[in-house]
């Protein structure tokens, strides 16, 4: 059982910056990969960014070249970076971590989820 531990949400302007951390329960090296999905009100949940064990990253098109995902494996923590923020970004913002058994088979982590909300 992994558990996963957030913080840094808040209310920012549009323009503005948020860093968002992941911290799990055990080594983040013994996890496939770890991301940060986020759920607006009446909207779908989606992926924002993930960052598999080996380094290699991936974004939602919406938040390419704004958002930076990075692993601190000392810390067994995650990080969303968050830059240009807009109000479209408002949502609760979840993190994942994704566990491969020895069997293969899959196993999804969930954080409680933090606030995240961008208004002027």
């Known amino acids: 059982q992994v558990q996963l531990v957030e913080s840094g949400g808040g209310l920012v302007q549009p323009g503005e910056s948020l860093r968002l951390s992941c911290t799990a329960s055990?080594?983040?090296?013994?996890?496939?990969?770890m991301g940060w999905y986020r759920q607006a009100p009446g909207k779908q949940r989606e992926l924002v960014a993930a960052?598999?064990?080996?380094?290699?990253?991936n974004y939602a098109g919406s938040v390419k070249g704004r958002f930076t995902i990075s692993r601190d494996n000392a810390k067994n923590t995650v990080y969303l970076q968050m830059n240009s923020l807009k109000p479209e970004g408002t949502a609760v913002y979840s993190c994942?971590?994704?566990?491969?058994?020895?069997?293969?088979?899959?196993?999804?982590?969930w954080g409680q989820g933090t606030q995240v909300t961008v208004s002027s």
């Open positions: 960052i598999a064990s080996g380094g290699s990253t």
């Open positions: 055990e080594s983040i090296l013994r996890i496939a990969a």
């Open positions: 994942n971590a994704r566990v491969l058994t020895q069997t293969l088979r899959v196993i999804d982590y």
